[in-house]
T-cell receptor, first 115, second 111 residues
Framework: GAGVSQTPSNKVTEKGKYVELRCDPI?????LYWYRQSLGQGPEFLIY????????DSGLPNDRFFAVRPEGSVSTLKIQRTERGDSAVYLCASSPPGGERDTQYFGPGTRLTVL | SQQGEEDPQALSIQEGENATMNCSYK?????LQWYRQNSGRGLVHLILIRSNEREKHSGRLRVTLDTSKKSSSLLITASRAADTASYFC???????????WGAGTKLIIKP
């Protein structure tokens, strides 16, 4: 079946601009996660959704970052007033309810470059 | 902040040899997972081992967990060129959903 998809795959923007990154989780997966990965590092947790609500947004670095999941499926990560330090690969993952919820299924990521 | 540390940072071996990577973590865990990442396919889940397990196998993969030492190892037997990738361990720490990751081991399999 279809895996987690993320669009766009690459995004180049200028400092100060607003960007939106989209994630389509695996159908039926109730949990959705956003991570950020810098070169040579492991992913860094940003936010976790259970259904429509953000159950944990403690990883968002500051108030320029915001994420929504209005219908409990697709999620959008929004970054305002982008800075060069925001450049990274943004990863989305989803996991099913029940006993397999520990395993997270990752999308290919969106590579964000802020010039 | 990163919970796990993989060791070595990079490993280069001949095809057919075994590869061993280690992971150390800091807090108590419910489970530990290993993932593989290459440029073509993103992060792929390999294996999960729970805190009450000591060893787990999946195909050519063998994972051990020592909770007293807060460490885990991943062994890949009979390596193949397609195993070339970065390998990450991830733990759940105090949470049952938030994964905390190490910086990864970059594995290169030479033909």
């Amino acid at each position: 079946g279809a895996g987690v998809s993320q669009t766009p795959s690459n995004k180049v923007t200028e400092k100060g601009k607003y960007v939106e990154l989209r994630c389509d989780p695996i159908s039926g997966h109730t949990a959705l996660y956003w991570y950020r990965q810098s070169l040579g590092q492991g992913p860094e947790f940003l936010i976790y959704f259970q259904g429509t609500g953000a159950a944990d947004d403690s990883g968002l670095p500051n108030d320029r970052f915001f994420a929504v999941r209005p219908e409990g499926s697709v999620s959008t990560l929004k970054i305002q007033r982008t800075e060069r330090g925001d450049s990274a690969v943004y990863l989305c993952a989803s996991s099913p309810p029940g006993g397999e919820r520990d395993t997270q299924y990752f999308g290919p990521g969106t590579r964000l470059t802020v010039l | 902040s990163q919970q796990g540390e993989e060791d070595p940072q990079a490993l280069s071996i001949q095809e057919g040899e075994n590869a061993t990577m280690n992971c150390s973590y800091k807090t108590s865990i419910n489970n530990l997972q290993w993932y593989r990442q290459n440029s073509g396919r993103g992060l792929v889940h390999l294996i999960l081992i729970r805190s009450n397990e000591r060893e787990k196998h999946s195909g050519r993969l063998r994972v051990t967990l020592d909770t007293s030492k807060k460490s885990s190892s991943l062994l890949i037997t009979a390596s193949r060129a397609a195993d070339t990738a970065s390998y990450f361990c991830a733990t759940d720490g105090d949470s049952n959903y938030q994964l905390i990751w190490g910086a990864g081991t970059k594995l290169i399999i030479k033909p």
